[in-house]
């Protein structure tokens, strides 16, 4: 073995997988086609799951602050993993009030981050419907997903008015406390926007400007896409979708 | 025992080989660019094709309707009036107030 | 004749002894900063594993928030102690190996301290909240150019080496060096491109951290690992290689099937479909190479039991191949598609990164450092019993972390797919395995703590003079080592 054949050889060996599993998926994943609604359906036009919220500023500080260690964002298809069928985990079930949006984690889910965080392990539920689990969860409740959220990044471990029963929060959360993420100001002539938390006397908990946009982040995932229909080659479950 | 090998220019060249070897691939990487940075047609762009045509549909409906030659005539007659109504130098359109000092504070009382 | 073979022979112990001077700095500053960085990585080890079931601990501190810790863990692990023993195992073994004295030790050594600052940024940046928030390259974006141009700067020389060499047999050590030290940048600059440069998907984005995060140990620090079993398992027990061809097939079955994975950890996600099975397939066929080289060196010290026994170096590396082959083992069973359902989210992929890290390139990295330090200071290791509890512990903690993050992730993976019962009955049975990692990151602590006061002694040059190395068990009657003498007249190495 020479060191031409040598050097060629390493670099063949590599080049090949480079290319094929990298370069080319690379550029394939930028110019992913878009999705049409089928003629007749009730909505015309491309398929863009729609969201609202800080997602770009708030999908970095997730990052940053680990949140992906423990927390996916990924609903495999069925071939994968039983995603779909946890409890809203994928979406909704159909009920009276609603349709059936369960779904599997779409490429077009991640618009407008830098890095999918599909995530590590699942030592924490996962986060791919959260916004919507919340909102379902506190409905009839004074507290707002935001300010769960919020109250939650604070002290998971102090977080009422969660729905009884509810599959996720395990009595004793081992989700760490995000206090860096908030302040502890005078009450006096500050404004508002404090948690409804106990603490010292004279003083309440403000979150920072990243609490507000990690919070907005995370009430942005939903995976019913604010109601828009999907369309049928992306709906797996057609009968479903149809509300009575 | 070949001890010829070693000898600073054989040094030399062995660096440079060394260098492009080791970024190959980050060479590789710049030169397909083009390729992997290739033009596409976004969700959002496929999306906004029917706003642009109906953006396109509204313009022309106003292109259509719009009477050039009878503004350029307004604006000639505007211009004109504009230019007939010059200001004379010196004369003041509107009098200019004194300006007046503000009051003193009245002094805090202990 | 015997006269020019002792002449030939003491021109040999010359030309070793001036190239362990000329990189003596180097080599020792990386071993013992790569030690520091060890314990701390391991004291960051414990911390995240501990605020995995006691979110509570040491929640004083925002800066050790969980998450963040996770990610500073690793990247300590990795760019603190990996890269850096790497880097004092490839210049040390490739001017060996080629024969070349090293004529670039003060930039080598210059460049070394300028790796520790960018490190130490990076992970400041990691635990003040201002990361990259991508999973496997945690640092910031503008220390991963700087880490690629102290990497070019500190083993380019190296490859020079190597090229200037004197005609004769390339040995497999050096196939593995040579083709690490390429691996290193084209993985490096490819992923550092795509991810932070580049403006791709974002999916895609971590699909190609993945793969770094992967290629980085099948193709760095597994290459450096087995150039040092190459070396040192012949060398210490004085045999050939078993077989050149296992060598070469074992090289390039490592060469064609490490690029390929990676990408099994996106199992499910919206990229091309055929990623992620290719990673799987890949991470299923390491066994292969993991078995060729496992019989190829454990055949080459197999009827040497006492030197196995006695020589650290030899200890630690042969326990490091035959972790190897146990690598491929679990990696064949771990990435097969069923299981790949259960533990894809699991504690078990940190139980291979471990077993693979800590278990095969840091025990094979051991047993070239207790190699090399006594001939680049020319001092003897001081104390057996450090030596010895190094080894033990090292080997109990790596075998129980690995245990219980594999058998733990299983569990977790069965109660996630068993959609029957609620999430948090799986987190509470999951959370238990997450005592038994936290305990033996502190048998690990313990370790590291030997062996890092022992490195230090060594660099503060306290170590014992004289010609007979440190061995495991009481000196014998007749020594393998000859009668005493100078270190600098010891024409066999070993120990």
Same mark, same amino acid.
């Given at each position: 073995?020479?060191?031409?054949?040598?050097?060629?050889?390493?670099?063949?060996?590599?080049?090949?997988?480079?290319?094929?599993?990298?370069?080319?998926?690379?550029?394939?994943?930028?110019?992913?086609?878009?999705?049409?609604?089928?003629?007749?359906?009730?909505?015309?036009?491309?398929?863009?799951?729609?969201?609202?919220?800080?997602?770009?500023?708030?999908?970095?500080?997730?990052?940053?602050?680990?949140?992906?260690?423990?927390?996916?964002?990924?609903?495999?298809?069925?071939?994968?993993?039983?995603?779909?069928?946890?409890?809203?985990?994928?979406?909704?079930?159909?009920?009276?009030?609603?349709?059936?949006?369960?779904?599997?984690?779409?490429?077009?889910?991640?618009?407008?981050?830098?890095?999918?965080?599909?995530?590590?392990?699942?030592?924490?539920?996962?986060?791919?419907?959260?916004?919507?689990?919340?909102?379902?969860?506190?409905?009839?409740?004074?507290?707002?997903?935001?300010?769960?959220?919020?109250?939650?990044?604070?002290?998971?471990?102090?977080?009422?008015?969660?729905?009884?029963?509810?599959?996720?929060?395990?009595?004793?959360?081992?989700?760490?406390?995000?206090?860096?993420?908030?302040?502890?100001?005078?009450?006096?002539?500050?404004?508002?926007?404090?948690?409804?938390?106990?603490?010292?006397?004279?003083?309440?908990?403000?979150?920072?400007?990243?609490?507000?946009?990690?919070?907005?982040?995370?009430?942005?995932?939903?995976?019913?896409?604010?109601?828009?229909?999907?369309?049928?080659?992306?709906?797996?479950?057609?009968?479903?979708?149809?509300?009575? | 025992?070949?001890?010829?090998?070693?000898?600073?220019?054989?040094?030399?060249?062995?660096?440079?080989?060394?260098?492009?070897?080791?970024?190959?691939?980050?060479?590789?990487?710049?030169?397909?660019?083009?390729?992997?940075?290739?033009?596409?047609?976004?969700?959002?762009?496929?999306?906004?094709?029917?706003?642009?045509?109906?953006?396109?549909?509204?313009?022309?409906?106003?292109?259509?309707?719009?009477?050039?030659?009878?503004?350029?005539?307004?604006?000639?007659?505007?211009?004109?009036?504009?230019?007939?109504?010059?200001?004379?130098?010196?004369?003041?359109?509107?009098?200019?107030?004194?300006?007046?000092?503000?009051?003193?504070?009245?002094?805090?009382?202990? | 004749?015997?006269?020019?073979?002792?002449? $030939?022979?003491?021109?040999?112990?010359?030309?070793?002894?001036?190239?362990?001077?000329? +990189?003596?700095?180097?080599?020792?500053?990386?071993?013992?900063?790569?030690?520091?960085?060890? $314990?701390?990585?391991?004291?960051?080890?414990?911390?995240?594993?501990?605020?995995?079931?006691?979110?509570?601990?040491?929640?004083?501190?925002?800066?050790?928030?969980?998450?963040?810790?996770?990610?500073?863990?690793?990247?300590?692990?990795?760019?603190?102690?990996?890269?850096?023993?790497?880097?004092?195992? *490839?210049?040390?073994?490739?001017?060996?190996?080629?024969?070349?004295?090293?004529?670039?030790?003060?930039?080598?050594?210059?460049?070394?301290?300028?790796?520790?600052?960018?490190?130490?940024?990076?992970?400041?940046?990691?635990?003040?909240?201002?990361?990259?928030?991508?999973?496997?390259?945690?640092?910031?974006?503008?220390?991963?150019?700087?880490?690629? +141009?102290?990497?070019?700067?500190?083993?380019?020389?190296?490859?020079?080496?190597?090229?200037?060499?004197?005609?004769?047999?390339?040995?497999?050590?050096?196939?593995?060096?040579?083709?690490?030290?390429?691996?290193?940048?084209? *993985?490096?600059?490819?992923?550092?491109?795509?991810?932070?440069?580049?403006?791709?998907? /974002?999916?895609?984005?971590?699909?190609?951290?993945?793969?770094?995060?992967?290629?980085?140990?099948?193709?760095?620090?597994?290459?450096?690992?087995?150039?040092?079993?190459?070396?040192?398992?012949?060398?210490?027990?004085?045999?050939?290689?078993?077989?050149?061809?296992?060598?070469?097939?074992?090289?390039?079955? +490592?060469?064609?099937?490490?690029?390929?994975?990676?990408?099994?950890?996106?199992?499910?996600?919206?990229?091309?479909?055929?990623?992620?099975?290719?990673?799987?397939?890949?991470?299923?066929?390491?066994?292969?190479?993991?078995?060729?080289?496992?019989?190829?060196?454990?055949?080459?010290?197999?009827?040497?039991?006492? *030197?196995?026994?006695?020589?650290?170096?030899?200890?630690?590396?042969?326990?490091?191949?035959?972790?190897?082959?146990?690598?491929?083992?679990?990696?064949?069973?771990?990435?097969?598609?069923?299981?790949?359902?259960?533990?894809?989210?699991?504690?078990?992929?940190?139980?291979?990164?471990?077993?693979?890290?800590?278990?095969?390139?840091?025990?094979?990295?051991?047993?070239?450092?207790?190699?090399?330090?006594?001939?680049?200071?020319?001092?003897?290791?001081?104390?057996?019993?450090?030596?010895?509890?190094?080894?033990?512990?090292?080997?109990?903690?790596?075998?129980?972390?690995?245990?219980?993050?594999?058998?733990?992730?299983?569990?977790?993976?069965?109660?996630?797919?068993?959609?029957?019962?609620?999430?948090?009955?799986?987190?509470?049975?999951?959370?238990?395995?997450?005592?038994?990692?936290?305990?033996?990151?502190?048998?690990?602590?313990?370790?590291? +703590?030997?062996?890092?006061?022992?490195?230090?002694?060594?660099?503060?040059?306290?170590?014992?003079?004289?010609?007979? /190395?440190?061995?495991?068990?009481?000196?014998?009657?007749?020594?393998?080592?000859?009668?005493?003498?100078?270190?600098?007249?010891?024409?066999?190495?070993?120990?």
């Amino acid at each position: 073995m020479t060191f031409k054949a040598f050097i060629f050889g390493l670099l063949a060996s590599f080049g090949f997988p480079w290319l094929v599993a990298v370069v080319l998926p690379f550029s394939k994943m930028r110019s992913l086609e878009p999705i049409k609604y089928e003629e007749g359906a009730a909505v015309s036009g491309v398929f863009i799951p729609k969201r609202d919220g800080r997602v770009t500023e708030g999908s970095i500080i997730y990052g940053q602050e680990g949140c992906y260690q423990c927390h996916t964002q990924l609903i495999r298809p069925t071939y994968a993993g039983n995603d779909v069928f946890r409890d809203e985990w994928a979406g909704l079930r159909k009920t009276a009030d609603n349709a059936d949006t369960r779904r599997e984690t779409l490429a077009m889910d991640f618009e407008g981050e830098k890095v999918a965080h599909l995530g590590q392990s699942r030592v924490g539920p996962d986060l791919a419907n959260l916004g919507r689990r919340l909102e379902q969860n506190l409905k009839g409740s004074e507290l707002t997903p935001e300010d769960w959220v919020l109250q939650h990044l604070y002290n998971p471990r102090g977080v009422r008015n969660y729905r009884v029963g509810s599959q996720d929060l395990p009595e004793r959360s081992s989700c760490p406390s995000k206090t860096s993420l908030f302040e502890l100001v005078a009450l006096n002539g500050a404004g508002g926007g404090f948690l409804a938390v106990d603490t010292e006397e004279g003083k309440g908990v403000r979150p920072k400007d990243r609490a507000r946009q990690l919070a907005s982040y995370l009430i942005s995932l939903k995976k019913d896409t604010l109601g828009q229909p999907l369309p049928e080659i992306l709906n797996h479950n057609p009968q479903a979708t149809v509300v009575e | 025992m070949d001890h010829t090998r070693d000898n600073p220019l054989k040094r030399f060249t062995a660096f440079w080989v060394a260098l492009l070897l080791v970024t190959a691939f980050g060479i590789a990487c710049i030169i397909l660019r083009p390729i992997t940075h290739a033009r596409v047609d976004s969700a959002m762009e496929a999306a906004a094709e029917d706003r642009r045509a109906l953006r396109a549909e509204v313009d022309n409906a106003q292109d259509k309707n719009l009477n050039q030659d009878a503004l350029d005539e307004a604006f000639q007659a505007s211009a004109a009036s504009l230019i007939a109504s010059k200001p004379t130098p010196g004369k003041v359109a509107v009098p200019k107030p004194a300006a007046k000092a503000p009051a003193e504070p009245e002094p805090a009382s202990e | 004749m015997a006269e020019t073979t002792s002449t $030939a022979e003491s021109n040999d112990v010359a030309l070793r002894a001036s190239i362990d001077r000329s +990189l003596r700095h180097p080599v020792m500053f990386f071993f013992t900063s790569g030690a520091v960085w060890l $314990a701390l990585a391991i004291v960051l080890g414990l911390v995240a594993s501990a605020k995995k079931h006691s979110p509570e601990f040491l929640s004083c501190f925002s800066f050790l928030d969980a998450g963040r810790v996770d990610g500073a863990h690793m990247s300590a692990l990795i760019y603190g102690w990996g890269a850096q023993a790497a880097f004092g195992i *490839i210049i040390w073994l490739m001017a060996r190996l080629s024969r070349k004295e090293c004529t670039n030790a003060g930039t080598i050594l210059a460049v070394g301290h300028l790796w520790n600052l960018f490190v130490f940024i990076g992970l400041v940046c990691i635990l003040t909240g201002n990361g990259s928030g991508i999973a496997y390259m945690e640092f910031p974006g503008f220390i991963w150019p700087l880490l690629i +141009l102290c990497y070019l700067a500190i083993t380019i020389w190296s490859l020079v080496q190597f090229q200037v060499r004197d005609a004769g047999h390339v040995y497999v050590s050096q196939w593995y060096l040579l083709a690490g030290l390429l691996w290193f940048p084209w *993985i490096a600059v490819t992923a550092f491109l795509f991810v932070f440069v580049f403006d791709g998907h /974002p999916v895609m984005a971590s699909a190609i951290a993945a793969w770094f995060k992967s290629a980085l140990f099948l193709l760095f620090f597994l290459p450096t690992a087995l150039a040092s079993a190459y070396y040192l398992a012949p060398k210490v027990t004085g045999r050939p290689v078993y077989s050149y061809n296992l060598a070469l097939f074992g090289f390039w079955a +490592l060469a064609f099937l490490g690029p390929w994975a990676g990408m099994q950890k996106l199992f499910g996600a919206p990229i091309p479909q055929f990623l992620p099975y290719a990673g799987a397939a890949a991470m299923v066929l390491i066994l292969i190479p993991a078995i060729s080289v496992g019989i190829n060196i454990l055949q080459t010290v197999y009827g040497h039991g006492e *030197i196995v026994a006695e020589s650290p170096s030899l200890r630690f590396t042969s326990s490091g191949v035959v972790l190897f082959v146990a690598y491929g083992v679990l990696s064949f069973v771990l990435h097969t598609v069923p299981a790949m359902k259960m533990t894809q989210f699991s504690y078990s992929g940190y139980g291979l990164d471990i077993l693979g890290l800590y278990g095969v390139f840091s025990l094979c990295a051991f047993g070239a450092i207790y190699f090399i330090v006594p001939r680049i200071t020319r001092r003897e290791w001081l104390s057996r019993r450090f030596i010895s509890w190094h080894f033990f512990l090292s080997l109990y903690g790596v075998a129980s972390i690995v245990i219980c993050a594999v058998v733990g992730g299983v569990t977790q993976g069965q109660g996630i797919e068993d959609v029957a019962q609620p999430f948090a009955t799986m987190a509470e049975r999951a959370s238990q395995y997450g005592w038994g990692v936290t305990l033996a990151w502190a048998f690990l602590l313990f370790a590291n +703590l030997f062996f890092c006061l022992h490195l230090l002694l060594m660099w503060a040059r306290l170590g014992r003079r004289s010609s007979h /190395p440190t061995l495991l068990k009481g000196h014998h009657a007749e020594s393998p080592h000859g009668p005493e003498g100078e270190i600098d007249n010891i024409g066999s190495a070993s120990a």
